[in-house]
Nanobody
């Protein structure tokens, strides 16, 4: 079992930045791939970014490339999502997820991930 707790969400002004945190417990964090997804009201869950178990590989959805950065600190069991953007996708709930399958390319499909956090809401303010 893995427990994930996200934090760092809140109000962000257009052109501002926000850093999200996801802290894991219950399993050796360094043996899992991690990802961030987001879901807006009435929309399907969307892949945002993923990072490999050792931080050596990252993957982003095209719409956030160059604006968002995913990183991890295995010593702190934490994965981060730095968002520097004028439009972080409107109001969304950002969730982190864990994949215990670390062989092969980073995954973008939600069903590939085994454990999920409750999410943290990010609201764009103009």
């Amino acid at each position: 079992q893995v427990q994930l707790v996200e934090s760092g969400g809140g109000l962000v002004q257009a052109g501002g930045s926000l850093r999200l945190y996801c802290t894991a417990s219950g399993r050796t964090f360094s043996t899992t791939n991690m990802a961030w997804f987001r879901q807006g009201p009435g929309k399907e869950r969307e892949f945002v970014a993923a990072i490999s178990w050792n931080g050596g590989s990252t993957l982003y959805v095209d719409s956030v490339k160059g604006r968002f950065t995913i990183s991890r600190d295995n010593a702190k069991n934490t994965v981060y999502l730095q968002m520097n953007t004028s439009n972080p996708g409107g109001t969304c709930v950002y969730s982190c997820a864990v994949s215990i399958l670390i062989v092969g390319p980073l995954a973008t499909r939600p069903e590939t991930y085994n454990y999920w956090g409750q999410g943290t809401q990010v609201t764009l303010s103009s």
